[in-house]
T-cell receptor
Framework: GAVVSQHPSWVICKSGTSVKIECRSLDFQATTMFWYRQFPKQSLMLMATSNEGSKATYEQGVEKDKFLINHASLTLSTLTVTSAHPEDSSFYIC????????????FGPGTRLTVL | SQQGEEDPQALSIQEGENATMNCSYKTSINNLQWYRQNSGRGLVHLILIRSNEREKHSGRLRVTLDTSKKSSSLLITASRAADTASYFCATDSNSGYALNFGKGTSLLVTP
């Protein structure tokens, strides 16, 4: 149980285009979802926290107009990277909580974004 | 913001040996968790230890927590080549549930 999926697994896009990444909790209702970014050989950095039905809370330094987060249902959150640039190339990982209590987060497999 | 710091940054051992990784953090925590990540993959939750616990076991894993020193250690006993991965500690605080990850330890277990 407590499975989180992400789609797509990897995406390559041209500079200036927008990319949408989906995060789904498959067998539980995720009251809170988190989005992280991980650069090569580095740790995960929290980008934003989203609660179903409300606006996401962004970490300092993360542009909310560039990284649009929508958490429209208890099983789906989306991250849209708008007008992507090569420096946005990274590994994006989502996590969801709600299955085993708020302190237990279940992570998706990640999405590798490469912007040319 | 990054809170945890793991050491060593990289560790190379042979199969059968024990691997110990340490994590230090800066502020008060609710829980500390250890995760494993294979290269280019998502995170796998290994173990959670609460702030009022001192030690926890799960299979070949042993985690200790010393809140007075703001540090934790992860011990993997009788390591296997399949244990090769990066290991991260993550803390959550009383003020929220978002996780603060450490920089990670890259473990290589050679046959």
């Amino acid at each position: 149980g407590a499975v989180v999926s992400q789609h797509p697994s990897w995406v390559i896009c041209k500079s200036g285009t927008s990319v949408k990444i989906e995060c789904r909790s498959l067998d539980f209702q995720a009251t809170t979802m988190f989005w992280y970014r991980q650069f090569p050989k580095q740790s995960l950095m929290l980008m934003a926290t989203s609660n179903e039905g409300s606006k996401a809370t962004y970490e300092q330094g993360v542009e909310k107009d560039k990284f649009l987060i929508n958490h429209a249902s208890l099983t789906l959150s989306t991250l849209t990277v708008t007008s992507a640039h090569p420096e946005d190339s990274s590994f994006y990982i989502c996590s969801a909580s709600g299955a085993g209590g708020v302190h237990e987060q279940f992570f998706g497999p990640g999405t590798r974004l490469t912007v040319l | 913001s990054q809170q945890g710091e793991e050491d060593p940054q990289a560790l190379s051992i042979q199969e059968g040996e024990n691997a110990t990784m340490n994590c230090s953090y800066k502020t008060s925590i609710n829980n500390l968790q250890w995760y494993r990540q294979n290269s280019g993959r998502g995170l796998v939750h290994l173990i959670l230890i609460r702030s009022n616990e001192r030690e926890k076991h799960s299979g070949r894993l042993r985690v200790t927590l010393d809140t007075s020193k703001k540090s934790s250690s992860l011990l993997i006993t009788a390591s296997r080549a399949a244990d090769t991965a990066s290991y991260f500690c993550a803390t959550d605080s009383n003020s929220g549930y978002a996780l603060n990850f450490g920089k990670g330890t890259s473990l290589l277990v050679t046959p």
